[in-house]
Each structure stands twice: as structure tokens, then as C-alpha cells.
């Protein structure tokens, strides 16, 4: 029921920086939560982080301090940026929305980073 589109992956440089957007089909401002996920080759899918429905923000230990998530309520965007980027910040990166009906996954975009 609800479509997501994410894009801004690419190859970056150790040390780099990337912002990666997604866009929903529907009114985010509708939606409990949104997040980012990542997954790596031989690796589980692992959060990166959330924003709920009234702005408050959560980060997993390995980006805390090197990623932030904002919106844009008249867009229907968030984008995740992502700083001082590592090899193991290498994976898959899926956007992810939850409603009162379900949650649903975008088809990812491919992150990078080269040593």
C-alpha cells in the first residue's frame, strides 16, 4: 500500500560522505515510523536508524555520532546522511515505513565504500 523509493547510493571514498533519500507514496506525516536499514553480503539486515512520528530519532551504536535523519513532510522525503563513511559501512541500504496496516520495504540502493 505504500510505495518506497530510495536512492544517493554510489561508491565513495573511506572518509566520505553520502546522503541517501527515500521517497513514500503517501502523507509521512500519516506514519508512526520511518527508518533505514542496511545489509551486507552474508549478513543480516541491520538497523541503521528510525525517526517516529513526532521528529525523535534513533541511531545504532555502529553509526551513532556519523549519520542523521531529517524529513520533508511537503516532499514525503527523508534522507539519511551518512559522514566519515568505512568499509564496513558497505551494504545495501533499504528505507523502511510502518502503518497501522503493515510495514514495507523499498528496493534498496547500494552503498560503497572503498578502503
Known amino acids: 500500500q505504500v510505495q518506497l523509493v530510495e536512492s544517493g547510493g554510489g561508491l565513495v571514498q573511506a572518509g566520505g560522505s553520502l546522503r541517501l533519500s527515500c521517497v513514500a507514496s503517501?502523507?509521512?506525516?500519516?506514519?508512526?515510523?520511518m527508518g533505514w536499514y542496511r545489509q551486507a553480503p552474508g549478513k543480516q539486515r541491520e538497523l541503521v536508524g528510525t525517526?517516529?512520528?513526532?521528529?525523535?530519532?534513533h541511531f545504532a551504536s555502529p553509526v551513532k555520532g556519523r549519520a542523521t535523519i531529517s524529513r520533508d513532510n511537503a516532499k514525503n522525503t527523508i534522507d539519511l546522511q551518512m559522514n566519515n563513511l568505512r568499509p564496513e559501512d558497505t551494504a545495501v541500504y533499504y528505507c523502511?515505513?510502518?502503518?497501522?496496516?503493515?510495514?514495507?520495504w523499498g528496493q534498496g540502493t547500494q552503498v560503497t565504500v572503498s578502503s
Open positions: 523502511n515505513a510502518v502503518d497501522r496496516r503493515g510495514g514495507y
Open positions: 525517526i517516529m512520528d513526532r521528529g525523535q530519532t
Open positions: 503517501t502523507n509521512i506525516e500519516s506514519l508512526p515510523a
